[in-house]
């Protein structure tokens, strides 16, 4: 007997290798996987310009930021954008100014596939070899209330469909369905009960090393964790010449491990 639904994560015509630099643009929730790449000692660019919640904010980051990856992730969070009344122009954000300076307005779905897509093919045109995966973020925006927000997230979903629908490096990680779907219970929330918890983030990292990662990026996974583990160690007794002999040895294992799976990977960002 079955208690859940299960969702299942397509596998993408690419593979992410070990170590390989990445570049994470979107909402908190790009934030939260981006760190926990970091975690593992990618090299990736999480947000460089802060968080970005719609599709203009993540072209406005990509135009800005020069790195040319061959993995990109965009989270995104919502269709609603803030524009400048003064000049016209669509923020990133509202630096707490005064919110009569502003005008709110609900990006269409074609609107949200125009900005998406300048946004792959400016990597693409950096990269050809580029794969960029699309996400929808599971957290809810309470403020449009829960209909609205619903039909924000509604709008998200069907651009980021049409968008890998029409282009062959473009794919979707159903990270919003497994949230939604398959960890349906509020004890995968934080307390505010809208923010997914540690846990799921980790749940979802999990589903994602599975589907995406190499056997050679697993296996570095695999070898990293107890170095990571060691290296997170709080001793007793710092100072003592037992410890500082673990952490030279540790460092010594480290710096070996980072080298040997790093070849590969260099000069590719």
């Not at 934030?31 to 460089?48: A, C, H, K, L, W």
């Not at 509604?154 to 794919?171: G, I, M, R, W």
Request: hydrophobic letters at 35%; glycine letters at 2%; aromatic letters at 12%.
């Amino acid at each position: 007997m079955d208690f859940r639904t299960v969702v299942n994560v397509p596998k993408p015509d690419f593979q992410i290798e070990p170590l390989e630099p990445i570049l994470f643009v979107g909402s908190c929730f790009a934030d939260s996987i981006g760190r926990r790449f970091e975690q593992e000692r990618f090299p990736v660019t999480v947000n460089p310009y802060g968080v970005m919640y719609n599709p203009a904010s993540i072209l406005h980051t990509v135009l800005r930021c020069d790195v040319a990856p061959r993995v990109a992730f965009f989270t995104l969070g919502t269709n609603h954008v803030y524009r400048l009344k003064e000049t016209g122009e669509i923020v990133d954000n509202c630096q707490k100014r005064p919110q009569r300076l502003f005008q709110e307005e609900e990006l269409s779905i074609s609107q949200c596939v125009d900005y998406l897509s300048q946004a792959v093919d400016e990597l693409h045109r950096r990269c050809s070899d580029v794969h960029v995966v699309l996400t929808v973020s599971p957290i809810r925006y309470a403020k449009y209330g829960f209909h609205g927000s619903q039909l924000s997230k509604a709008t998200l979903l069907l651009a980021a469909n049409q968008l890998a629908n029409e282009k062959s490096f473009v794919s979707y990680f159903p990270a919003y369905e497994i949230v939604l779907d398959e960890l349906r219970d509020y004890r995968f929330y934080q307390p505010d009960m809208l923010h997914p918890s540690a846990q799921t983030v980790e749940y979802i990292w999990q589903q994602l090393v599975e589907a995406y990662f190499s056997n050679r990026a697993k296996q570095f996974l695999t070898e990293w964790k107890p170095v990571k583990e060691a290296l997170a160690h709080r001793p007793f007794n710092p100072d003592s010449d037992e410890y500082r002999h673990f952490l030279n040895q540790t460092h010594v294992r480290e710096r070996e491990i980072l080298a040997r799976y790093s070849k590969s990977n260099e000069g590719t960002f």
